[in-house]
């Protein structure tokens, strides 16, 4: 008996699916996220252009001609190159230069290691009031700089050691409350097991610091360092405190002392403090570009954890 076939009525029919219709740009962007992105560049750039600004405008005046450094005019009437030259035959540029690289590199090291010190005592150790303490730490930060320059002046003039290097990076020994607390909260994100497990390997202390908690933290110490580095670099209230001797001015205190006295070429010589501007501001500028990425991951990772 033949089998007859279903009415057509009585198949389902299966639907096709409409044809997509792709929108977008080959490359994945629509006009909408291109006009975001195109609005997002321009406000990117402009901002940019307003921090860069002071920069250019400065290395625009230390190559103008002395009666037109504060025009508005990016070039003046003729690019003095011989500024720079004036500058190192008139004051001892190099040997200010050595006094602050002295200063700094002294300075950001002691600062760097005795700060990360502490923070790991803190961020490792459990003891009664130990929170009380680190509070107390902190509250040090709360104490107008101003409060302390008299009580440091008779310290180190007690101790005989005004008009000299000393006073500018020694105290940094002692640690900085500010870096105390970004080491310990980078620290508090390191696993315990790790230190608990050197314990048992039988690592003292000191080991458990210098070789775990250190290198695992190498990002943080380099920010504290360039952060103490651009501190120390550019201060000038505490050598005009502390330095009267001439050939142990550092580069902000000798940039001052072209202005302000005559026996340094003090005649109000605008251009040539604009030269020394550039020479102090260009190093640091280089800094934050070789290291850019550790401010990033370091400030990135401080405090996303505690305990």
């Known amino acids: 008996m033949a089998v007859q076939p279903a009415p057509r009525s009585l198949v389902p029919s299966v639907s096709r699916p409409e044809a997509v219709v792709d929108t977008t740009t080959p490359d994945g962007f629509g006009p909408g996220r291109v006009m975001r992105k195109a609005v997002f560049v321009v406000a990117l750039v402009a901002v940019t252009a307003l921090f860069v600004y002071p920069l250019i405008w400065l290395l625009s005046a230390s190559l103008k001609p002395p009666a037109e450094v504060f025009s508005s005019d990016f070039i003046g009437s003729e690019v003095r190159w011989d500024n720079y030259t004036r500058l190192f035959q008139m004051a ?3 040997t200010w230069g050595w006094n602050s690289l002295v200063v700094t590199l002294l ?35 709360m104490l107008p700089g101003a409060v302390l320059m008299i009580p440091q002046f008779l310290i180190w003039d ?74 120390l670099w550019t201060d000038l209230v505490r050598p005009l405190i502390f330095l009267r001797d001439v050939q142990l001015f550092t580069l902000p205190r000798g940039l001052k002392a072209i202005i302000d006295n005559p026996a340094i070429g003090g005649q109000q010589q605008w251009e040539l403090l604009a030269a020394g501007s550039v020479l102090v501001t260009l190093p640091m500028v280089v800094l934050f570009f070789i290291f850019q990425r550790y401010f990033t991951e370091g400030i990135a990772t401080t405090g996303s954890t505690g305990r």
């Open 92 to 94: 001892p540029i190099l």
């Open 107 to 141: 300075g950001a090291t002691a600062v760097t290691f005795s700060s990360a010190m502490v923070a790991f005592a803190f961020s490792y150790f459990r003891f009664r009031y130990r929170d009380g303490l680190f509070l107390l730490v902190l509250a040090t930060m």
């Open 158 to 231: 007690g101790l005989g050691l005004n008009n000299t290097l000393y006073p500018l990076w020694a105290g940094n020994l002692f640690g900085s409350a500010f870096y105390i607390f970004m080491l310990r909260q980078f620290l508090l994100t390191l696993p315990r097991e790790l230190f608990e497990a050197a314990r048992v390997d039988g690592a003292g202390y000191f080991r458990l610091w210098w070789n775990i908690a250190l290198p695992l933290t190498r990002s943080a110490l380099i920010v504290v360092f360039l952060f103490e580095l651009k501190v």
